[in-house]
């Protein structure tokens, strides 16, 4: 199976050298210098879990203060460019945070028999990357932020989730997006550690293809060494309807085989005897996840109808091993994904822009997820949950403050008793982020 992947890559990588059907990347280069970027996102982060009918000491509640830099060179001159650049973040928290948890704050040891935490007072990470471009295809090998249906980096926390490896990326084709690339490392949003997922090695792949200006289609994989092997497929197809509407169709899902030393939480069937303690079931198992959705817009509306199902001997389980802890690129994902074993589940969600009310970067989004038909592991009952969700989100659209914005997010999620006990406790979430961007050149 690798030497297919191995060939696969060959290929990718000769079909990023065939000749460019239009004008070349690396051709409109101004310089190393010339046409470099440097900027800092100041983040300050809140994230609050009250669970419900449990003890208020297993609640989780995280406070911080983060500045996100990125230094980017631009290319060389010449037939081949070069380049280099430095991502990181330096951060410090913002009260005791003695119940931090959520993957924002790194913490010294877990919690002692209170549920209390030391947290970190203040940390740093990143690392530095070089870059190179023929034509119209880009190779960078480093310290990267992925955002690949198989392979992405968490972003959703106080700072994001680093990778370090290569990744070749290639435009020659018109409308023809190809991606290969190999990575050895993986640190998670509250890891010190460079390599705290213990990735020994994730090879991707994919490409996505441009039918026309209506009809979209790609498809990605990951192999990550002992771990699992991932495909992902998408199409979606949007048509106008009036001048100011128009309808999007749009079908994904997964197919994933975890090998015996991964890492779940929603495993079936027969496990290993220590599965509970270790989350390592044994034995290789396998999940077919799909979901198809309909959105409508009108103007300053949007409304999605998405229908989603599981199929295996497992869950869609993602981000546990070094795969990525934003891997799911699918549409009844917000608290909850909705990703339990056989699940079914459907979701309406409404999107409200203010524009029409002199407040063009105020937006509204609200949405109502079931999910019903969970075969829980150990239990022999049917698993049920739902999440209301709601965020309102301001963006700044002009002045000194300009793409300055404030996030405020709130998950209301319940399940019955059997699947609480596999999967997550009821809760009531609130997130927080105020994001204060800064140009430095």
């Not at 989603?308 to 799911?328: E, M, V």
């Amino acid at each position: 199976m690798l030497n297919a992947k191995k060939v696969t890559l060959a290929v990718l990588v000769q079909a990023a050298l065939i000749s460019t059907a239009y004008a070349s990347e690396q051709s409109e280069a101004k310089g190393f210098v010339e046409d470099a970027e440097g900027t800092v996102l100041f983040r300050t982060g809140y994230l609050n879990r009250d669970f419900k009918d449990v003890d208020p000491g297993d609640d989780r509640s995280s406070f911080a203060q983060t500045a996100m830099v990125k230094l980017d060179s631009g290319f060389t001159q010449g037939i081949v460019g070069f380049g280099a650049g430095i991502i990181g973040d330096a951060s410090f928290k913002i009260g005791e945070n003695a119940h931090a948890g959520n993957g924002m704050i790194p913490t010294h040891g877990g919690p002692d028999a209170q549920g209390r935490v030391d947290a970190y007072d203040h940390w740093a990470r990143g690392g530095a990357y070089v870059k190179a471009r023929l034509s119209n295809t880009t190779a960078v090998y480093g310290t990267q932020v992925l955002d690949i249906p198989v392979l992405a980096s968490n972003t959703a926390r106080l700072v994001p989730e680093y990778f370090e490896g290569l990744l070749v990326t290639s435009n020659e084709i018109d409308n023809l997006s190809l991606t290969a690339g190999k990575f050895t490392k993986n640190q998670y949003s509250d890891q010190i550690e460079t390599d705290g997922r213990n990735l020994d090695r994730a090879i991707v792949w994919g490409a996505k293809y441009k039918f026309s200006d209506a009809l979209n289609a790609s498809y990605y994989g990951v192999d990550v060494k002992d771990r699992l092997d991932r495909h992902y497929v998408n199409a979606n197809y949007t048509y106008t309807l009036s001048e100011d509407s128009s309808l999007t169709h749009d079908f994904s899902g997964y197919h994933t085989k975890f090998s015996k030393n991964a890492s779940t939480y929603s495993a079936t069937g027969r496990v290993a005897d220590g599965y509970a303690d270790s989350g390592i079931a044994g034995t290789e198992k396998t999940n077919d996840i799909w979901a198809i959705s309909t959105s409508y817009s009108k103007d300053v509306h949007n409304v999605m109808l998405a229908y989603q199902q599981n199929f295996g001997d497992i869950g869609y389980d993602y981000g546990g091993n070094a795969d990525g802890a934003q891997s799911i690129y699918l549409p009844n994902s917000y608290l909850s994904d909705f990703v339990g074993n056989d699940e079914k589940s459907l979701g309406l969600q409404y999107n409200y822009s203010f524009k029409n009310h002199g407040l063009p970067g105020l937006n509204w989004t609200t949405a109502f997820v079931y999910g019903w038909d969970i075969d829980v592991r150990d239990e022999d009952k049917e698993g049920q949950e739902r999440e209301f969700f709601n965020q309102v989100k301001y963006t700044v659209q002009s002045g000194f403050a300009k793409d300055t914005s404030l996030r405020l997010r709130h998950s209301y999620y319940r399940a019955n008793d059997s699947y609480n006990s596999v999967y997550m406790n009821d809760t009531n979430e609130w997130r927080i982020w105020l994001d204060i961007p800064v140009k430095l050149f």
